[in-house]
């Protein structure tokens, strides 16, 4: 493979480096992605894929380093698929993610933000309360890892530690894995999925083949050692249920509102705890509801807006398309003491039409929290309800964004056809260390 030189002028979306192979008459010819590279760096690299508008490749050599490069903190940062950002200093990670937002807002939705907002920060280390952990028995290493895939690969990374769990999952690591190891069915568990809340750490076992009693012991004691609640799943989701101790509580909280929120391992919850506080709390004070709004929650899961949400206005409708989670939504808000305030409907919502949204009666704000395909079909309902019944448009929009490409489609389709003006737009750095962008976006109508 040829090595060559490149200067560094950018970062993708992958926090690769992005520069420009010259054409013979010096003009910028092909694009290349470097892995490892930052913007300002003059680079060798070798090319491991190569397309006729762009090639992919691999730093092998730093000529000019960025003022922005920091060593990275976890020791298997060069090997684990866990993180990419680590090599570049924190608030310059947030600013390429703002650049990245901005971006797609133009060059996908042709709009832009009339405020660009500041960043949401949090704690960048040890702050994935959320993860999933794949399990692997390595014969020719005779031993079983437990960890993140490696970076572009189906292998599962020799991790020790990892400095974005909680300090005390980290230290479970390799214990894990002398657990797994001593188990008979140790080749048939292929991940654990952990869920930390307040006061309680759970891992959900998938495991393929039965227990031995034997097993059992064994978990029952790392349990009592390392103060974690076993689940153990045999098929799909559904099917994650206690195993020990039976007497723990899994939850947060949302203290600004005085919400309790249960939920189950398997559950979506925001990955990072203390961001999901600032961003419940900025995206309320954005929807700025009066005591008298009828307000939506549309992708409202286990209630996570719908019930701070409850606290402000006169009736919140939350809805979701799982009638398991919009029943366990309702729970919560009985738990809560907010039911009289809250009700809950399943509506597939990637479907959802312009009658639909005249059937379910007028809403003065609207709270949006889609998965990463976004909420397309909504969208082109509302600018289907500026049509029929201009009168029913929510007089304004916060949309919650974990894909800022979807967030910029869709920002189009509500500012070029529904008649909204983007007032405010910005990112929640949810995941430090990562490319992920979740951002946050604000629609008024005009």
């Known amino acids: 493979m040829q090595e060559n030189i490149i200067e560094i002028e950018s970062l993708d979306m992958d926090a690769r480096g992005v520069g420009h192979l010259h054409n013979e008459d010096g003009t910028p010819g092909k694009v290349v992605f470097v892995e490892g590279a930052l913007p300002g760096e003059r680079v060798s690299f070798v090319t491991f894929k190569k397309k006729k508008n762009w090639e992919a490749a691999r730093m092998t050599e730093l000529h000019r380093e960025s003022s922005l490069r920091v060593k990275p903190k976890c020791v298997h940062f060069d090997i684990c698929g866990g993180c990419s950002m680590q090599h570049l200093e924190p608030s310059a990670q947030v600013a390429i993610k703002q650049r990245v937002l901005e971006d797609n807002l133009w060059h996908i939705g042709k709009v832009r933000p009339d405020t660009v907002m500041r960043p949401m920060y949090g704690p960048t280390w040890g702050y994935r309360y959320r993860a999933r952990l794949s399990v692997r028995h390595v014969k020719k290493k005779d031993t079983v890892l437990v960890g993140f895939h490696e970076k572009k690969s189906a292998f599962v990374a020799d991790m020790s530690s990892c400095e974005i769990l909680p300090p005390h999952v980290s230290a479970m690591l390799l214990p894990l894995r002398g657990l797994i190891g001593s188990l008979s069915i140790f080749e048939q ?6 869920a930390v809340g307040e006061v309680t750490t759970a891992m959900v076992l998938r495991i393929m083949a039965p227990l031995t009693a034997d097993d059992e012991v064994k978990l029952k004691a790392f349990a009592d050692e390392w103060d974690v609640q076993w689940w153990l799943q045999v098929k799909g989701p559904e099917t ?27 559950d979506f919850t925001q990955v990072n705890h203390h961001i999901n506080r600032v961003l419940v709390a900025k995206a309320l004070r954005l929807l700025a509801v009066e005591p008298q709004d009828r307000v939506a929650d549309l992708f409202c899961g286990l209630g996570n807006f719908t019930l701070p949400l409850a606290t402000q206005g006169s009736e919140v409708v939350g809805i979701e398309g799982s009638t398991t989670l919009t029943e366990r939504a309702l729970e919560n808000a009985r738990a809560n003491g907010l039911s009289a305030k809250t009700s809950f409907s399943t509506r597939n919502l990637f479907e959802v039409t312009t009658e639909d949204l005249i059937a379910l009666g007028k809403f003065d704000r609207m709270l949006v929290d889609p998965p990463r395909d976004g909420a397309m079909a909504l969208c082109q309902a509302l600018a289907g309800l500026r049509l029929a019944r201009p009168d029913m448009l929510p007089k304004r929009i916060v ?29 929640v750095n949810m995941f430090p260390h990562t490319s992920h962008v979740e951002s946050m976006a604000v629609f008024e109508l005009a």
């Open 240 to 266: 994650a249920v206690p195993f020990y101790p039976l007497d723990k509580e899994l939850y947060y909280l949302l203290p600004e509102f005085g919400v309790k929120m249960p939920f189950k391992p398997v």
């Open 399 to 427: 949309y919650v964004s974990c894909s800022p490409s979807t967030l910029a489609r869709d920002a189009g389709i509500l500012v070029l056809e529904a008649g909204y003006v983007l007032k405010q737009a910005g990112v």
């Open 189 to 194: 568990m292929p991940q654990i999925e952990l």
